[in-house]
């Protein structure tokens, strides 16, 4: 009899299990098929955000700074702001260590954007140019 008890609850535990995991799956995946659609940060980082999950536009509000100009984007004022900012709401001195991140995650972005233009750039001149390769004939 204990046997058969036995049986029925691990045979009951095994389908709400499977049941809850096939649901969890179901979910991932239409998370990830609307964040691919709508390009958003929601579900596993979209085209718009990167590690941190904060599009640009988000991090230029955060900041409260002009829109970046690409690899020619002086990021000096940025970087002032975002000291005052990270300042001002140290968790010490009565901050909220939440908008700190939030200022932390929004510089990252940033220079993220900045770099990444400088690289691309950087690409696009190299590739104007043609590729020369270094030769020694001295060898």
Known sequence: MA????TQV?????RVFGRAFAEAYRQANASKAYAKTSGSGAGTFGAGSFSSGMSLSEAIKILD??????AETNL??????????????DPNQGGSFY???KILRARERIEQEVRDAKDKKAETDEAKKGWKPKVYKDR
């Open 3 to 6: 046997h058969r008890l036995i």
């Open 76 to 89: 000096e004022p940025a970087l002032e702001r975002f000291k005052h900012l990270f300042d001002k709401n």
């Open 65 to 70: 700074i002009g829109p970046t100009k690409g």
């Open 10 to 14: 691990v045979i009951t535990g095994a």
């Open 99 to 101: 908008l700190q991140s």
